[in-house]
């Protein structure tokens, strides 16, 4: 499996946001939130580094309330050490799949949606059915020309 690698593109902590909420405040860089999801309460800290960008408070209220965007227009979470659980294990990306020439032709997204500009690869996906696993997936993909590659 090849490690899972985040570009900051934000979309999970943005859609992630409505779960999370400050719930009280030990400081002003030191925070307990409540996950939604779980009901789990959690104490998070702002990271050194990252409080001037937290304090800068430019963020939209339906994001997580700790993510920003910073001046190269990436988006940073101000407590990536601390983060609850449900954001330690979410991944947006847990498959990609190349084409004959080893160039990323798509990846697959939560179970089993295929983001890609691959007509041939779309017309595989397709076909593949709806129960198969990983095991299974990858084999009809080699079939046809596509190498995939897990996420961990």
């Given at each position: 499996?090849?490690?899972?690698?985040?570009t900051?593109?934000?979309?999970?902590?943005?859609s992630l946001?409505?779960?999370?909420r400050?719930e009280?405040?030990?400081?002003?860089?030191?925070?307990?939130?409540r996950?939604?999801v779980?009901?789990?309460?959690?104490?998070?800290?702002?990271q050194?580094?990252?409080r001037?960008?937290?304090?800068?408070?430019?963020?939209d209220?339906?994001?997580?309330?700790?993510?920003?965007?910073?001046?190269a227009?990436?988006?940073?979470?101000?407590?990536?050490?601390t983060?609850p659980?449900?954001?330690?294990?979410?991944?947006?990306?847990?498959m990609?799949?190349?084409d004959q020439s080893?160039r990323?032709?798509?990846?697959v997204?939560?179970?089993r949606t295929l983001v890609?500009?691959?007509?041939?690869l779309?017309?595989?996906w397709?076909?593949?059915?709806?129960g198969a696993?990983?095991?299974?997936?990858?084999?009809?993909?080699r079939n046809?020309g596509?190498?995939?590659?897990?996420?961990?």
């Amino acid at each position: 499996m090849a490690p899972f690698a985040c570009t900051r593109c934000g979309k999970c902590c943005i859609s992630l946001g409505r779960h999370i909420r400050i719930e009280g405040s030990l400081s002003t860089v030191q925070y307990y939130c409540r996950v939604a999801v779980s009901g789990e309460l959690l104490p998070v800290s702002v990271q050194p580094e990252l409080r001037e960008l937290f304090a800068s408070g430019d963020q939209d209220p339906a994001w997580c309330p700790f993510l920003r965007k910073d001046a190269a227009g990436l988006f940073t979470c101000t407590i990536y050490q601390t983060r609850p659980r449900i954001c330690r294990e979410f991944r947006c990306r847990t498959m990609i799949i190349y084409d004959q020439s080893g160039r990323e032709a798509g990846y697959v997204k939560g179970r089993r949606t295929l983001v890609s500009g691959d007509a041939g690869l779309e017309d595989v996906w397709q076909k593949i059915p709806s129960g198969a696993d990983d095991t299974s997936l990858k084999g009809i993909l080699r079939n046809h020309g596509y190498r995939a590659e897990s996420l961990d």
